[in-house]
């Protein structure tokens, strides 16, 4: 997994792979719109730019970058335990459904601490959809891929037939949505923006923390150690099966964190495609940034930015909005084309030897 | 067909895995390759078989020089290569293994197959059915499969890696009958064995291989005195070797481990009815050629085997199925040969090791931790920072840093090929530092495939051979030439618990 | 019964895409690689291959340009994974949303716009046999030929000479290898293979199932696809009984309401799924050591029969799913 780390010039060599990555992304994307007659000069400014033209933009930036940025940086506990937690769009449902039923059953306490109730529901519920799928892997051997696909599938499902069924609108069903939450539940707004602040004020705690735990404490040095080698792990006295459990349940939590903010701050009821997307989009985020959480926020930024930005694209420019995905999916498979280029290039016999000759070194053994 | 290789070498990084080695193997004989481990066999055969390709000099197949691309152009010039764990396909049936990759010449249609699976088999007295599953049959049998394959796509050399390894006693005879009638029909047969027995039985010819050169004037024919071929597999003994620290088992010695009539078994090799006792503050060293057993009863030792039957105590705890952890929660630390795989986290810097196994608090103390590291690099000169990266370190300083890792309070070590890939001074080194342990009152129990270090280290020596355990000799009652000896299986029966 | 068999056709036809990306997906992983990018990789054909028939005017130009996308996207899945040595997983899964943002945005000039469609040609003769006419010879070409794939691609796996070697790439490449056989290329050569079916799955639904285009036309059909393939335990007979279990819970659904009103439509919407999970789970607690050892204890006329079952149930996966090849 990370046997290009380590080694001498790995970051220098990394940063221009990147650079190129970045630059091959941009081709890519630009021939796309070439191709659909847009011109890529003005589409880019929409994507780069289009977030920062007006302070409603910028708080739908912020709303979008919250969940997304939590989603990434419990995904980077999965990625360092070596797991693709495909299930997250799941518990991000499921933890916007469990955040949902102290704001149904308890609707006559104090608005504060039904907060406090629907944000730790909503990352319990996320949790524990998570261990479902961390339980499957360890306990069962099925592969967490499959296992988070089908249980994305069931969560979608249990959310429409909550949304259809009991929780469904007062006179009417509706696909579109549960009732509407009564206004003093909202998580509370910048003047006349959708801007909730608490939102990015969780996000950006989260990641703090996470990143204190992944960098600072023995659990994380742990999580890294499981997943970069669970036999040697083993071996120093770790206990693989529970790292990885509490590594998913983490991010299952953070993920249910992010569904209670779909819930409370953003669309105000449970709708069935709660999760927008974004636990995918995040899973991109972590393809980029691997383990690290602390490239989460800029490249979750960015991320959110592009897809705001070019929410404009149909009416400024007469092209779909999905230009934003298409770039941040160019933008990941170049950079794996890059990594996957440069560990080629450095362990290709014959480039090794070739280089080798030129520095006149000769090869490292006892 | 006669098989020549003139002037074979192949060099990985500074390792001369075969050196100009200029052999001929006539056809019509079986000819047998020994030579303990790392002296080359292997490179050879896979340099034969078109596995590897040589750094320097050719193969000449029946007066012609051949290049041996892949194995696909060895088997199309026919030489076809027997591997111990044979290459088949455990979902197929046996048909379909035969048919599979088989060139439309040899097999033009199932029925031919069919046909030609139940007459080779037939002709050898082999017992393979064409609709059985591989992954049902037994190593022998999938062995037998893997030769009627090869003949079936018109290999005229055979070449066999250790073949008895995993099979009966009743099959080796089979596989014995089988090879004699192959060579008969004027097919070349290459024998790689350690076993010695088996090659004077067998082979018409005998090389020996060590350090990846052809030992002596080359290819001799058979019979040879046993003690001779001996001497050159391993080599004139250095005869200066340490002089055992004490002679006899003394009565205060604990036992660090009990082994009650255990029965063990991983891959295709069965340690059965095994009664052990180990001594606390003794170095026992595991002898045998690899893949006698001695893995399992290391692995045993420290539960990552469980046994199928009897019991395993330690220090009068039962912890036969107790598992990895509880042994270790015991004080015993197992480090693995495979460092990078089984040992240390290859990523990881050495700060973040000893982080790693500093259990106090949540939250890292990295200046502890890299103090430690300090510490352990001054103590076991290591040469390394605090902050490399494990899997730039050589292979002796990994060793060492695993040693350096083990915590003060364990009373029990378990050491896989402690030295291997280590320069003298780093083997010293490290055997510095077990000793100490042992002094300490420390077990320490070890396996190596190099009899000086088995003769220079241990105070008691277990000796394996095929799956068979010698009772626990004292280092004084054995001298190098007899070791050798019992390796090779020579009256092993003398050494055993129930002979003696 | 006349409702019976029209809605029996009816699950046979709707199951159509699904059969071709199915066994597009159990010959790339029987091959030893997954490709993740099933889903994406099918709505980018199914996107392209409308916009080629509209332009082109042609069914078979707009088939033949969906399975080359397929192809392409399978034939960059390769580069990265098998030639550059990247996860499969990973480089799979940015394809498929890649590819679903591509087909958004390039196909969005098309949504909506009427084009051209696979004739539904009922076979003379056949098609008036009673009770199998209607049920199998009442439809288009397009279906035919997923009834002919099925045991096309089961003959090819476990019939050819071909297919053995391609079983043995995704069980044990090394002994491809040492056979002769160039195991990237053909790895190469299956990938694509695979990739072509899937896109002309996704033709299937552009240019017949639900005629046209529109934004994530095939809404979340190739991850179901992903599962059924492991369902059928890789064997394209069980597979395809996935693939028309599918299709029939899938319009249970649609008519759940009137059949079982107390039920929610959800029921059988996610079924699949909770299935897919509850199969897994068992295939691999029937495939664990312990499993044996218990049927071991069984006394020997039970032992026989269960033994049968549990191998029957227990197929597992292409012990080489997923691992690169490295040449020894």
Same mark, same amino acid.
């Given at each position: ?51 920062? #033209? ?38 991000? !449902? ?88 009564? %206004?003093?539940?909202? +998580?509370?707004?910048? *003047? ?51 790292? $990885? ?66 929410? @404009? ?8 909005? /999905? ?25 290709? =016999? ?5 280089? @080798? ?10 | ?9 192949? !060099? ?128 022998? @049998? ?18 066999? *890696? ?30 790689? #064995? ?34 001779? $071929? ?9 005869? *200066? ?28 090799? %069965?340690? #059965?009815?095994?009664?052990? #006792? ?13 893949? /006698? ?119 029990? +070590? ?87 | ?86 996860? @499969? ?7 498929? $949303? ?52 099925? =045991? ?29 056989? =160039? ?52 064997? =394209? ?42 199969? $897994?789970?068992?295939?691999?607690? +029937? ?42």
């Amino acid at each position: 997994m990370s046997s290009e780390q380590g080694r001498i010039g790995g970051k220098q060599r990394g940063l221009i792979f990147g650079m190129v990555a970045l630059a091959g992304a941009l081709l890519f994307t630009s021939l796309v719109l070439l191709s659909s007659g847009v011109n890529p000069l003005e589409a880019y400014q929409l994507i780069f730019l289009g977030s920062f #033209s007006s302070p409603i933009r910028m708080s739908d930036m912020v709303m979008l970058g919250a969940p997304l940025i939590l989603c990434s940086a419990g995904l980077t506990l999965t990625f360092a335990a070596g797991l693709y937690n495909l299930g997250i769009e799941g518990q991000m !449902i499921i933890g916007a459904v469990a955040a949902m039923l102290p704001l149904r059953l308890f609707s006559d306490l104090p608005v504060p601490l039904l907060w406090l109730l629907a944000f730790t529901c909503g990352a319990a519920g996320g949790a524990a959809w998570a261990l479902l799928a961390g339980g499957l892997r360890i306990g069962l051997r099925v592969n967490e891929i499959f296992a988070g696909l089908g249980l994305n599938f069931l969560a979608s499902g249990i959310a429409l037939y909550l949304v259809l069924g009991p929780w469904r609108r007062v006179g009417q069903a509706s696909s579109s949505g549960t009732q509407p939450l009564p %206004t003093d539940l909202w +998580l509370p707004t910048l *003047d006349k923006l959708r801007l909730a602040p608490a939102a990015p004020i969780i996000a950006l705690l989260a990641l703090a923390a996470i990143w204190f735990a992944v960098t600072h404490t023995r659990w994380g040095l742990e999580l890294r150690a499981v997943g970069m080698n669970p036999q040697a792990a083993g071996r120093m006295g770790i206990p693989a099966t529970r790292r $990885l459990a509490e590594s998913f349940a983490a991010c299952g939590a953070m993920a249910g964190l992010a569904g209670t903010i779909q819930v409370l701050g953003v669309f105000h009821q449970l709708i069935p495609s709660i999760s927008s997307g974004i636990g995918l989009l995040a899973l991109l985020v972590v393809l980029l940034v691997r383990a690290n959480p602390v490239w989460v926020l800029p490249v979750a930024a960015a991320f959110a930015i592009f897809s705001v930005g070019s929410l @404009q694209m149909p009416l400024a420019l007469g092209a779909d909005s /999905s230009i934003a995905g298409v770039l941040q999916g160019a933008i990941v498979l170049f950079a794996l084309l890059g990594r996957g280029l440069s560990v080629t290039i450095h362990t290709s =016999p014959r480039i090794q030897m070739l280089t @080798q000759r030129r520095k006149g070194a000769k090869p490292s053994t006892e | 067909m006669e098989v020549r290789v003139q002037n074979l070498t192949k !060099i990985f990084g500074s390792l001369r895995a075969n050196d100009d080695i200029s052999l001929t193997f006539a056809g019509g004989q079986i000819h047998g390759v020994l030579g303990e481990n790392g002296a080359g066999k292997s490179t050879l055969m896979k340099l034969l078989s078109g596995f590897l390709r040589p750094d320097a000099g050719e193969v000449w197949l029946d007066g012609k020089p051949v290049a041996l691309g892949d194995p696909g152009a060895a088997l199309r010039a026919g030489v076809g290569m027997v591997h111990q764990d044979p290459l088949d396909l455990p979902g197929f049936s046996a048909l379909e293994n035969l048919l599979c990759a088989a060139p439309r010449w040899a097999l033009p249609s199932r029925t031919e197959a069919r046909n030609t699976l139940t007459i080779l088999a037939g002709r050898l007295g082999f017992s393979i059915a064409p609709d059985d599953r591989v992954a049902a049959l037994t190593v022998g @049998q999938r062995q037998q499969l893997e030769i009627i394959r090869l003949l079936a796509c018109g290999a005229r050399a055979l070449i066999l *890696d250790e073949p008895t390894t995993g099979i009966s006693a009743a099959q080796a005879r089979a596989l014995f009958v089988a090879l004699r009638r192959l060579a008969q029909e004027g097919n070349t047969v290459l024998f790689v #064995s350690h076993k010695l027995d088996e090659v004077a039985d067998l082979c018409h010819t005998v090389s020996v291989l060590r350090t990846g050169k052809v030992v002596g004037a080359g290819q001799m024919v058979m019979p040879q005195p046993q003690e001779h $071929l001996l001497n050159m597999m391993f080599g004139p003994s250095s005869g *200066d070797h340490t002089p055992p620290r004490r002679a006899t088992l003394q009565p205060t010695d604990r036992p660090a481990w009990r082994l009650d009539a255990v029965t063990a078994r991983e891959g295709n090799l %069965t340690l #059965s009815g095994l009664n052990l #006792s180990l001594p606390a503050g003794a170095v026992v060293g595991l002898s045998g050629l690899e893949g /006698s057993g001695q893995q399992i009863l290391l692995r045993l030792l420290c539960g990552r085997v469980q046994p199928e039957a009897g019991r395993v105590l330690l220090e009068g705890a039962d912890l036969t199925t107790a598992g990895a952890e509880a042994f270790r929660r015991n004080g015993v630390e197992y480090l693995p040969a495979d460092r990078l795989v089984e040992g240390l986290v290859g990523p990881l810097t050495l700060a973040d090791h000893f982080a790693l196994l500093d259990r106090q608090g949540a939250v890292i103390n990295r200046r502890h931790a890299e103090a430690a590291a300090r510490q352990a690099i001054a103590d076991y000169q290591i040469k390394a920072t605090p902050m490399s990266p494990i899997m730039s370190l050589s292979g002796g300083n990994q060793q060492r840093a695993m040693l350096s890792m083990v915590p003060a309070e364990t009373r029990a +070590l378990v050491c896989e090929q402690p030295t291997r890939g280590l320069d003298v001074a780093s083997a010293r080194a490290v055997w510095g530092r077990l000793h100490a342990r042992r002094d300490a009152g420390c077990a320490v129990v070890f396996a190596s495939a190099d009899l000086d270090e088995i003769l220079d280290y241990s105070d008691y020596i277990l000796v394996f051979f095929a799956g068979r355990v010698s009772r626990l000799l004292p280092r004084a009652e054995l001298h190098a030439a007899r070791l050798g000896e019992l390796i090779g299986g020579v009256d092993f029966a003398e050494v055993e618990e129930h002979a003696a | 019964m006349n409702q019976l068999i029209i809605d029996l056709a009816a699950i046979l036809a709707a199951a159509t895409p699904l059969i071709f990306a199915c066994m597009g997906e159990t010959i790339s992983e029987r091959a030893g690689v997954v490709n993740l990018s099933l889903d994406g990789s099918m709505l980018l054909a199914a996107m392209i291959g409308f916009a080629v028939a509209l332009t082109t005017g042609s069914l078979l130009v707009g088939f033949a340009a969906a399975a080359m996308t397929g192809a392409l996207v399978a034939l960059i899945l390769g580069g990265l994974s098998l030639s550059l040595g990247q996860s @499969q997983t990973a480089v799979g899964f940015v394809l498929a $949303l890649l590819c679903t943002d591509l087909s958004s945005f390039l196909g969005a000039r098309y949504v909506r716009v009427p084009g051209p469609a696979v004739p539904h040609t009922p076979i003379p003769i056949l098609s008036d046999i009673p009770l199998i006419g209607p049920l199998l010879f009442n439809h288009d070409p397009l279906i035919y030929t997923s009834f002919v794939l099925v =045991p096309l691609i089961w003959w090819f796996l476990f019939s050819t000479r071909a297919g053995l070697v391609l079983r043995a790439l995704g069980d044990r490449p090394q002994t491809a290898y040492a056979r002769g056989v =160039p195991v990237v290329p053909l790895r190469y050569l299956y990938l694509m293979l695979g990739g072509a079916l899937i896109g002309i799955a996704g033709a299937a639904y552009s240019l017949d199932l639900k005629q046209g285009w529109s934004y994530r036309h095939t809404f979340g059909t190739g991850w179901i696809a992903l599962a059924i393939v492991i369902f059928g335990g890789w064997q =394209p007979w069980r597979v395809a009984i996935g693939c028309y279990l599918f299709a029939a819970l899938q319009m249970m659904a649609s008519r759940s309401q009137s059949v079982m009103p107390g039920l929610p439509t959800q029921v059988f919407q996610v079924a699949p799924f909770v299935l897919m999970i509850v199969v $897994l789970a068992l295939v691999n607690l +029937l495939a664990s050591p312990n499993t044996a050892r218990r049927l071991n204890r069984l006394p020997e006329p039970v032992r026989r029969p269960a033994e049968r079952i549990v191998a029957w149930l227990a197929m597992p996966a292409p012990t080489a799913l997923g691992q690169p090849f490295e040449r020894p």
